[in-house]
């Protein structure tokens, strides 16, 4: 996957070590340490293949366009239902906030 190959270019082999009593060795990483900032990463199954997106959290954010409510659903015997329904749209504010890496 894209995540692996993005990960393998950060060999961590000659600066980590385990101790030889410890069996068990692996890692998923969370963040990636650059000269240009800390890229977190948010693992998705239904992301198209080779394409990265990138976004600054800090100028991103939800808009509430309907508020949470919750709301009452038709009874069935001798139980009643409800649903909980909100609406809201995602936003980024700066055009520059985001970008594409597409992979080959």
């Given at each position: 996957?894209?995540?692996?190959r993005i990960t393998a270019l950060y060999n961590n082999s000659s600066f980590i070590r385990y101790p030889p009593e410890q069996t068990r060795v692996g890692m998923v990483p969370a963040t990636i340490v650059t000269p240009f900032g800390n890229?977190?990463?948010?693992?998705?199954?239904?992301q198209?293949?080779?394409?990265?997106?990138?976004?600054?959290?800090e100028n991103m954010g939800m808009l509430t366009l309907r508020p949470w409510q919750i709301e009452d659903l038709a009874k069935g015997g001798d139980y009643e239902r409800k649903q909980l329904v909100g609406e809201f749209g995602f936003a980024v504010k700066l055009p520059k906030s985001m970008a594409v890496l597409q992979l080959s």
């Open positions: 996957t894209d995540f692996q890229v977190d990463f948010v693992l998705d199954r239904w198209k293949a080779n394409y990265i997106y990138f976004i600054k959290p």
